[in-house]
């Protein structure tokens, strides 16, 4: 049985109203939000799109509430950088979860997104969160920030990290729901990890991918789907620059992993209808990706039954793209 | 039951001679880690290392993943 946690596109006046009353508070909002709140017991990163009950839809003047339970022993704001983030998983309570929001194009989310599986204590703790980011028509301008409300720090090249501790029987679950799935096709590998590639072999054989992408075709709208013992795992396309031979990524891509591109999807909002109904069990915190947004043209539009923020990169135990992130507490009994 | 640290079935499981299926991300992201852990490095020193993490999160989430822990076992 999963534990209901409220979660809600909010006005400002109540998010302050909440700070003041001493709740526990997991933040995504404009920056132009976020900066008029108080100190208090929150955390939170930029963002100005939302899947709500009504549809997804951007917004500067509203924030997404997620509330920390009440029956949590404990919660600890700390910030992290490139230099200690390895701290993250040691932090991390022995039951509960860890949120985390990282800025976009910064070294922490480099950082985290290469090295998060090596880190002491990976997968025994659960860490969820998202990439902070911008409105899309001032990427390159707007700089990505995460708040940490405890400190009043704002940072653009540091990750913050809540960390709560749930009570005996109760206990943290995260789900991938990821729309797409390989197209089969041809086998792609990589010899090492990047976000930025140019050589990987394809059905075994050395081969451009910047190459292969532009002489195949192939929409990069749809991402490269990694098989993990089963689970899909996605990585999205930046940019493809044929003439230099290039490919840059959204996440990097790792040696040892079997990719291939995804099968397309025509339909998002109803992809996600299918993949999250009514009848999941309701998540304590969800986030959809930025892409699947922008491509699916979810403006306006539900996505299945999930609210939340909608992000420039997922984080379940690693950063993920294209892909939904669920957060269920469960009560155990 | 989880099988003491030096059972055999963990050698068999890291190296991928014990495949596991499961719906769970999390445990597809253990195994997933483990094969490209492995493939980096197959000394014992690091097979060792690998049975340990392995160990540590099957005995943490003992009651969570059963059928999981059944499949290394069996």
């Known amino acids: 049985m ?17 700070i003041a009353a001493g709740e526990t508070l997991f933040l995504a909002g404009s920056r132009e939000a976020l900066s008029q709140l108080p100190r208090g017991n929150w955390v939170g990163g930029t963002i100005s799109y939302f899947m709500t009950e009504e549809g997804c839809l951007q917004a500067e003047d509203r924030i997404f509430v997620t509330k920390v339970p009440e029956f949590a022993l404990e919660v600890n704001a700390v910030d992290y950088g ?3 983030l390895a701290q993250l998983h040691r932090d991390a ?22 090295q998060a599986a090596n880190f002491d204590g990976f997968l025994l703790h659960p860490i969820v969160g998202w990439v902070s980011g911008v409105r899309v028509d001032r990427i390159g301008i707007d700089k990505p920030a995460v708040f940490n409300g405890k400190s009043g720090a704002v940072m653009e090249d540091r990750c913050v990290a809540l960390h709560v501790t749930l009570p005996t029987g109760r ?27 140019s050589q990987c072999l394809i059905n075994g054989k050395p081969a451009n991918l910047a190459e292969y992408i532009t002489s195949k075709g192939i929409p990069t709208e749809f991402p490269l789907v990694g098989d993990y013992n089963g689970s899909s795992i996605n990585v999205s396309f930046l940019a493809v620059d044929a003439a230099k031979g290039t490919v840059e990524l959204y996440a990097p891509v790792f040696a040892g992993v079997d990719y291939h591109f995804a099968k397309p999807v025509a339909d998002y909002s109803g992809a996600f209808a299918r993949a999250v109904t009514g009848e999941d069990p309701e998540p304590a915190f969800a986030c959809n990706c930025i892409l699947n947004y922008l491509y699916g043209k979810l403006e306006g539009k539900k996505a299945g039954t999930l609210t939340g923020p909608i992000t420039f990169g997922e984080i379940a135990h690693q950063l993920l793209n294209q892909t939904v992130v669920r957060l269920q507490i469960l009560d155990l009994g | 039951m989880i099988p003491p640290i030096d059972h055999p079935v963990w050698v068999q499981f890291i190296t991928g001679e014990k495949t596991i299926t499961s719906s769970k991300a999390t445990i597809n992201l253990l195994v997933q880690n483990n094969k490209m852990g492995y493939e980096r490095d197959t000394s014992p020193a690091n097979i060792k ?13 003992e009651s969570v993943f059963p059928n999981e822990i059944a499949q290394i076992t069996g």
């Open chain 1, 171 to 197: 206990m943290a679950d995260l789900e991938i729901v990821n729309i797409f799935e390989s197209g089969g096709g041809d086998l792609i590998r990589f010899e090492k990890p990047g976000f930025h590639v």
């Open chain 1, 93 to 114: 309570p022995v039951n509960g979860f860890t949120f985390v929001v990282l800025p976009a194009a910064s070294e922490v989310l480099n950082t985290f997104a290469e």
């Open chain 1, 82 to 84: 490139p230099e200690n």
């Open chain 1, 2 to 18: 999963s534990v209901i946690v409220q979660a809600e596109l909010t006005t400002i006046p109540e998010v302050q109203a909440s």
């Open chain 2, 49 to 61: 290392e690998l049975i340990s993490r392995a160990h540590k999160f099957f005995t943490q989430f």
